[in-house]
């Protein structure tokens, strides 16, 4: 019997999933890395960490399913699209939701007031696929702001409350920005959890010593 979310160091790579259905997702971390102007051969500038957790609970240092998101202009993006249509890949009606998708991120990438509007595949490198009807879509505003769509085929979801990693470094490989989708309030109920330990053991290392 195979277990339908399994945590990710007992993965095997030719076993690696599409993005559970989004009715089972309880959270999901974001992370934006800046790779800069010029990443090199093969990498995108932009990139989002997706960190899902399905079961409940957020434990930060065991997610259920990671993937690594390239973020990339609409014209190349769409290039994939177009030829999984024509191969057949995907739908006329997953190429519809593909194609409205496209043409807010055009729109908002004229916007003077946004920094980049991309779209990425969710997929794996490993095996060299993407998995049909199943992306994403980032816009950053000069200001700041950040908003990220996750699709998976005629449904959504979004996260627009990110923060910016202070630790980060321009050309260091640490994250750029951060945020959860957390409808159920997992990661705050997980910093009060871990804060409340820390109380509690701070108390009982004052009453050894006042003993």
Known sequence: MTTPFRKKNRLDPTELKPLPRLDVINAIQFQLFDNGEKPGRGRSQHQIKMEVYCDGRLDLMEPYWVRVVPLLDEKVFMRWVNEALATGTITPAQYEMYEAIHGV??????????????????????????????????????????????????????????????????????????????????YLAAKAEKERAAKVEAQAEARRVGS
């Open 105 to 186: 991120i055009v729109a908002r990438a004229a916007d003077p007031d946004v920094e980049f509007a991309k779209l990425g595949h969710i997929g794996n490198k490993g095996l060299n696929t993407y998995y049909p009807g199943q992306f994403i879509a980032a816009v950053k505003e000069k200001d700041g702001g950040l908003q990220v769509f996750v699709v998976r085929d005629h449904e959504h979801i979004q996260a627009d409350s990110f923060l910016f990693d202070q630790h980060w470094v321009k050309g260091g490989a640490r994250r750029k920005f951060f945020g959860f989708y957390d409808p159920a309030g997992l």
